[in-house]
């Protein structure tokens, strides 16, 4: 199979580090990253705020170090609205021109929203904030397998709307095993007046046990093909060609149906994320890997 995609929007997801030996290895991966010329690496949020320090220094890195945008992820739990907006104004301060932002989720994952009155009550009262006060170019999340939390499909396609009518600029999915859950889930956003960029969130699967059980808390259940082949596998090396052909395939085939951009969970590790972008044709620059002062 003959792939070579010259241009298509490009963007990776990366979590905060929590100790030495993990800062080392994300700055490794970010290097990696960096020679794909995305357009911009985001950086998770952990529940109820438990990363917010954590997630604002790598903000910080990145934008003044790398040659990448950054978008620092935001969310409505745990947090005062001025405890939010300050952290949205110190992203700014620090180079950040997007913001992911989210409900969240607290430590417990019980899905309620937040109804204290000093706290924003939605992503969406949260974004509508945002695109009053600020500049920044905002994401929002969007469920091609449904929200598990949602009353309804319909209720969850009301609520993606009801972002972008609040100001967000773009949708990033959740993660999905098919290429036909997001076109169904672009063709329903269609339907329901929903015209905006919905872009692909892309999971390379780094170790399938684990990929099963994410997607079991995440409301899906994984494909039975799927689990099949990875039971096939012999080895770690199997295992990875395997990944690398089902993710190169599915967003070659994405891309034919008229998608444009691709947003990568790396879960802070490049290989099969690199691997599969060189695949579709991405050609790795040698730029330098920090900015010029």
Known sequence: MDINHK???????????RNLKASFKLWRTIEVLEKLNPNFISVTYGADGS?????????????????IDVAGHLTCVGSSKKEIMDIALEYG???????????GDSPEDQGSENHETD????????IASLKKNTNFELYVAAYPN???????????????????????????????????????FRDKCNA??????????????????????FAKRCGMDAPQWMSKAYENCKNNEEHDLLSQALCTEMCNELMQEGVNNLHFYTLNDPK???????????????????KVA
Do not use: M
């Open 119 to 126: 706290n924003f009550s939605s992503s969406v009262e949260l």
């Open 51 to 67: 990363t917010r320090e954590l997630t604002q220094s790598a903000v910080s890195v990145i934008a003044k170090e790398y040659n």
């Open 272 to 290: 099969l994320t690199q691997k599969v972008c060189e695949a579709l044709g991405r050609k790795v620059t040698s730029t330098n890997i920090t």
């Open 7 to 17: 241009d298509f929007g490009l963007s990776f997801e990366i979590f905060p580090p």
């Open 192 to 213: 329901a007046g929903i015209y905006q960029n919905i872009i692909p969130g892309i999971l390379p699967v780094e170790n399938w046990s684990k990929t099963k059980i």
């Open 146 to 184: 449904v929200h598990p939390n949602a009353q309804s499909e319909k209720s969850d396609l009301d609520v993606l709307k009801a972002k972008f009518d609040a100001g967000a600029d773009s949708a990033i999915t959740q993660f999905f095993f098919d290429k036909e859950d997001f076109l169904r």
């Open 93 to 103: 301060k620090a180079g950040a021109r997007k913001i992911v932002a989210l409900r």
